[in-house]
């Protein structure tokens, strides 16, 4: 695997290169694109499952569902604009839940977390260019800085979760964390189901090309991978990407550089 990253650790591109020489490109970040104009965009995809618990054969289902776009988005673009984001649906991992302040995964939560990674695995040996995105979420308990920063670590908990127990490619999975901006119970205060994660498939928002030889150019090497710890390291520094733990490097998450435009008066 090879991964370019910009002055702030952040992935601009992410290439895996075969024993034959053929490079798929998984994130190009620095390829023009358009600026996205809300307005022409789709309706967002409906949501699964409601607050009922997916069971293993319904996450596959929600997971395999392909988005209704045309274009492509760069990462940026998934990450900070909800419109575009939302045009694929979250599925909730209902297995996890986390304690107050805590981005810890108790070993039994983790265990319940089979059906996702089995699923994941599946679709990622039936194509090398799946991306799933793992979005970390808290309640209203706490500063706006403080929960952003926690549901970074909650997103990287479930990622290396997947990773270390059960064998996910780090390379198929992004990160972010959205604080309290998207509760799932609309309350304030102290509950539970508000401290969660979710995650899409967001390879078809992702446009990704398969290249006859290896073309990142001279002085790129793939990073060293060394096995992390399930528990996120403590700080408030931003996550990226999965593949940030496992070199043992947060990555901060870009929050600015995306074209927007916005079709009619005001946003």
């Not at 995964?105 to 991306?131: K, W, Y």
């Not at 992702?206 to 991978?225: T, V």
Request: contains cysteine.
């Amino acid at each position: 695997m090879v991964t370019i990253r910009d002055a702030n650790l952040q992935v601009l591109r992410r290439t895996l290169v075969s024993a034959d020489g053929t490079t798929t490109r998984l994130i190009d970040d620095t390829a023009d694109v358009q600026p996205v104009d809300i307005g022409s965009l789709p309706a967002p995809a409906p949501v699964t499952g409601g607050n009922a618990p997916l069971n293993e054969d319904q996450l596959r289902d929600a997971l395999q569902r392909e988005a209704d776009v045309d274009r492509r988005f760069t990462l940026s673009q998934i990450r900070n604009i909800p419109e575009v984001r939302a045009l694929v649906a979250p599925v909730n991992i209902d297995a996890i839940t986390f304690d107050t302040g805590s981005a810890a995964i108790r070993s039994d939560q983790a265990q319940q977390l089979q059906g996702l990674g089995r699923a994941i695995q599946d679709q990622i040996a039936q194509n090398p260019q799946e991306i799933f995105m793992i979005e970390g979420h808290t309640d209203t308990v706490g500063s706006d800085a403080a929960n952003l920063a926690l549901s970074d670590r909650r997103a990287e908990s479930v990622a290396l979760a997947l990773t270390e127990y059960f064998d996910v490619p780090p390379e198929n999975l992004v990160t972010q964390g959205y604080g309290e901006q998207f509760l799932r119970v609309r309350a304030e205060g102290d509950i539970r189901d508000n401290r969660r994660a979710s995650v899409r498939r967001i390879t078809d928002l992702l446009a990704q090309k398969a290249h006859p030889r290896n073309d990142e150019g001279p002085g790129i090497a793939p990073g060293p991978f060394s096995r992390p710890a399930l528990s996120p390291r403590p700080g408030n520094r931003r996550t990226g990407d999965a593949t940030a733990g496992r070199i043992g490097r947060r990555v901060p998450a870009v929050r600015h550089g995306c074209p927007v435009r916005r079709s009619g008066p005001g946003p």
